[in-house]
């Protein structure tokens, strides 16, 4: 059989009699979309991070565009960000109308680097909008800080890192607002794509509910603009039978990486730094090599896959070249031309993870 990249079938069959259950009192209920299941998700979820609300949405890009849209971020604004993520992040600030303005990653932690920020800033910046890459957290203190003294808005792009612990608090709940992904890949991923919205502000709160169906208030009464951001009933009691699951996934993925970085500080090969002051879910284990396209091919006739996250940065994607307000990035584009990516998965035995790290020395 082949070495999956993401397990997710163990995973299953782990936790398949409280999935299944769960799926079936949904279709007994019949209520598919809004069910109870939904509030029962947000309190597991909000209770997790930390945070006063806790909003389902549809996916990590809508969690993320809904924000920017509580936010009141739109045309003539900028939002600064990574130049070195998924296009979501970008997408979401070009759907609102505003302008996306890159900058340039830490080479350490491939984070936003947080030095660049001040320079970047314009009177017409309005947010900053940190990803944070790969499961770690980016530097969200010194943001927070940054964006108090200039009056700008926070919104945290958890969308990789749900739950990753940060100075005593957990990713997702470090700024003004935070946006994280279900998607099935993610750490805590949903068996479609789904998404979630963090906040301590009940106005923001209660006008991302509101926004999140069709900006209406209460029955054909709508006084704002909104979507068709609703999470489906479903999703949510899958994620609630998996949040029981998901500290000890959590432990295991850091048991993986920390094997995965052992070995690899042998052979001298680069992976994110994370700093003491925080931890990484591990979204992906992800290192650098010189000759990316020679090594994925050797892997691949190992048996042992991989995946490039990215392959480009944000300026250089077709449709956001002209939209976008970039200066030099010369770490961002110099790592999307060495990244790859190896299988991570919490259910990972030592003897697979043994096999992986063998075919990595051999294709160096």
Not at 43 to 61: D, Y
Not at 286 to 309: C, K, S
Not at 330 to 346: N, Q
Request: aromatic share 8%; net charge neutral; hydrophobic share 40%.
């Amino acid at each position: 059989m082949a070495m999956p990249f993401i397990d997710l079938k163990t995973q299953y069959q782990a936790l398949k009699p409280k999935i299944d259950a769960r799926i079936q009192a949904v279709l007994d209920h019949g209520q598919y979309i809004m069910g109870p299941e939904i509030e029962e998700c947000e309190k597991k979820l909000a209770a997790f991070v930390g945070s006063k609300h806790a909003l389902a949405v549809a996916s990590g890009t809508d969690a993320a565009m809904m924000a920017l849209m509580a936010l009141g971020v739109g045309p003539g604004d900028e939002v600064i960000t990574s130049s070195f993520t998924f296009v979501a992040t970008i997408e979401t600030i070009v759907l609102v109308g505003a302008t996306p303005v890159l900058v340039d990653i830490d080479p350490e932690t491939f984070n936003l680097d947080v030095k660049q920020i001040e320079a970047a800033i314009t009177s017409k910046t309005k947010a900053i909008m940190p990803v944070s890459l790969y499961g770690q957290p980016a530097d969200m203190d010194e943001i927070n800080t940054i964006a108090r003294a200039k009056k700008l808005f926070v919104i945290e792009d958890a969308c990789q890192s749900f739950g990753a612990p940060y100075k005593g608090k957990r990713s997702g709940h470090l700024s003004d607002l935070g946006v994280t992904s279900f998607f099935p890949a993610k750490p805590l991923g949903c068996y479609g794509d789904g998404g979630a919205i963090f906040t301590d502000n009940d106005e923001w709160a209660q006008l991302l509910a509101a926004i999140r169906v069709h900006g209406q208030t209460k029955r054909y009464f709508h006084p704002h603009i909104g979507v068709n951001g609703r999470l489906d009933t479903i999703q949510c009691a899958i994620l609630c039978a998996k949040m029981e699951r998901y500290p000890w996934e959590l432990e295991q993925r850091e048991k993986v990486a920390a094997r995965y970085t052992t070995a690899f500080r042998k052979m001298d090969i680069r992976a994110p730094l994370v700093k003491s002051d925080r931890g990484s879910v591990w979204a992906q284990y992800t290192i650098r090599v010189p000759n990316r396209d020679e090594f994925q091919r050797r892997m691949n006739e190992l048996g042992v896959p991989t995946a490039v996250h990215y392959p480009s940065t944000m300026a250089e994607q077709p449709a956001y070249t002209k939209l976008v307000r970039a200066g030099k990035l010369p770490h961002a584009t110099l790592a999307s031309r060495e990244v790859v990516s190896l299988p991570m998965y919490p259910d990972m035995t030592p003897a697979v993870q043994d096999q992986i790290i063998a075919a990595v020395e051999k294709c160096l």
